[in-house]
């Protein structure tokens, strides 16, 4: 079966960095649009990052851009979120989705994603 296996969350004070990397297993990876998804207390899910099946294209929400970076290494099968100048408002659980549907760019929204890991804490101190 499909799993997503999300590692490198943890508590860090604002400024700081995190590299958060997602273990997939069960696909054919190089297949699948992966993206990162995060929800704060109290809030929905929001996309953070997605990139295309190649690598080639990549999508962030406008509240990250310029300091998160999303990567993909298909022949290791995962997928990375450089996180850079953190912020307390970057607080939330953080999980790597799967996109099945072979789209040619990733795809914003959650119902788009069939797979997702179980999700890992990023908490970010003032």
């Known amino acids: 079966q499909v799993q997503l296996v999300e590692s490198g969350g943890g508590l860090v004070q604002a400024g700081g960095s995190l590299r958060l990397s997602c273990a997939a297993s069960g696909l054919f990876f190089s297949n699948y649009v992966m993206a990162w998804f995060r929800q704060a207390p109290g809030k929905g899910s929001e996309i953070v990052a997605g990139?295309?099946?190649?690598?080639?294209?990549?999508y962030y929400t406008d509240s990250v851009k310029g300091r998160f970076t999303i990567s993909r290494d298909n022949a290791k099968s995962t997928v990375h979120l450089e996180m850079n100048s953190l912020k307390p408002e970057d607080t939330a659980v953080y999980y790597c989705?799967?996109?099945?549907?072979?789209?040619?760019?990733?795809?914003?929204?959650?119902?788009?994603?069939?797979?997702w890991g179980q999700g890992t804490q990023v908490t970010v101190s003032s």
């Open positions: 990139i295309s099946r190649n690598g080639g294209d990549t």
């Open positions: 989705a799967a996109d099945p549907s072979l789209p040619p760019l990733p795809a914003t929204s959650q119902y788009k994603y069939a797979y």
